[in-house]
């Protein structure tokens, strides 16, 4: 097993600790939606297992006039596309089995993209799922501000990156907004 596929275990199994035990983390991170950088369009995801629930979230930054998208993975090996969205309306399967607004739905490009993550550090490294969705995304839309949402428990001394991982912006978590230098 390599090492990056036991760190991940490992964080995985830390992040369902820290969901267990503070179960209205999500809230008291939507607390600080107004420190977030300004941007209209906010990418946001559907939090799946232990992943920090955005949905309180995205309903603070809609009360600030801000409009919400979510990913979509319509190939395996490409950037994700994003469709506009808000809470309550339907969803269906992408093709990474993650929930996603309907193919009518309006594509539109967000300006920022929060991210779930399973460890983060100070110097804007992120350790994800593996898949490199939001990687190959971060990469092919350079403008838009990548922001990882998560409990601030899950914060690592300082991560090893790859060439083709992408850093963070900067992260919002419970204890509210860092950005990263």
Not at 57 to 64: E, I, T
Not at 119 to 147: H, K, S, V, W
């Amino acid at each position: 097993m390599s090492e990056k596929h036991q760190m991940r275990a490992a964080m995985r199994a830390l992040r369902k600790q820290l969901a267990e035990a503070d179960p209205t983390a999500a809230m008291r991170a939507a607390d600080h939606a107004g420190d977030l950088p300004p941007g209209e369009m906010v990418a946001l995801y559907r939090a799946m297992g232990s992943e920090l629930d955005p949905e309180p979230l995205g309903r603070a930054l809609m009360a600030q006039g801000r409009r919400l998208c979510l990913p979509v993975v319509v190939a395996r090996d490409a950037a994700m596309i994003f469709r506009a969205w808000s809470p309550g309306e339907p969803l269906e399967m992408d093709l990474a089995s993650c929930p996603a607004p309907l193919p009518l739905t309006a594509e539109v490009e967000p300006d920022l993209i929060v991210t779930p993550l399973l460890a983060f550090d100070a110097f804007g490294g992120r350790l994800g799922q593996g898949g490199g969705y939001y990687d190959r995304t971060f990469a092919a839309r350079p403008q838009a501000l990548r922001i990882g949402f998560g409990y601030a428990g899950q914060r690592f001394e300082r991560l090893r990156l790859e060439l083709h991982d992408m850093r963070l912006n900067g992260v919002l978590t419970e204890a509210g907004w860092r950005a990263n230098h």
